[in-house]
């Protein structure tokens, strides 16, 4: 199970560009910023579930029932923080890290003899893009066409509602960011 424990420092739509892309006034209260900027961590988040990566640099953490010699993290894995498991005694360890690399950007390798455990954490810090300026503007728009779908329908389906926007192009925006999970 992964979890993420520091989400992105700054996201790649800032709340001046996403008033602007909804056509509303900056002076708006501080209540429609709170909506916005829920918006705008939506939008991120559901893109990273499209792409199937982290989109900016996170802190995430991996759970296990036991150490395998290798442990799936996610995409784009820039440091590995820690290996922490739970001994036989219940004991919280800290697995060396001369044991741990990291392959490929997506897997822990594990070496060496490991000890029997459980609970173990992985923490790490991932991220396909190192900053909100390095973010295509293909995935901004992506994530501009969600923000602006929440924000003009609020609810999934309307009476008489006629139209959407082709999927075709929204993919379009994404396909070649987007990884292939086997």
């Known amino acids: 199970m992964r979890a993420v424990i520091e989400p992105p420092s700054e996201e790649a739509i800032s709340l001046l560009r996403a008033k602007r892309h909804l056509l509303i006034d900056d002076e708006a209260d501080e209540d429609v910023d709170g909506d916005i900027e829920d918006g705008i961590v939506a939008a991120r988040e559901a893109l990273e579930g499209a792409l199937h990566r982290p989109l900016l640099p996170q802190l995430c953490e991996v759970r296990a029932d036991a150490l395998r010699d290798r442990i799936r993290l ?78 003009q329908i609020r609810q999934t389906v309307t009476h008489g509602q006629t139209f959407d926007v082709p999927s075709s192009y929204t993919q379009g925006l994404i396909n070649r960011y987007v990884i292939e999970e086997l």
């Open 74 to 151: 996610w995409h784009d894995v820039t440091v590995l923080e820690s290996v922490i498991y739970s001994d036989a005694d219940g004991a919280d360890q800290v697995l060396p890290v001369g044991q741990c690399r990291v392959e490929g950007g997506v897997w822990l390798r594990l070496s060496g003899s490991l000890p029997v455990a459980s609970n173990v954490r992985v923490r790490f810090r991932c991220g396909a893009f190192p900053d909100p300026e390095s973010v295509p503007r293909t995935l901004v728009s992506w994530m501009l066409l969600q923000l602006g779908s929440l924000d």
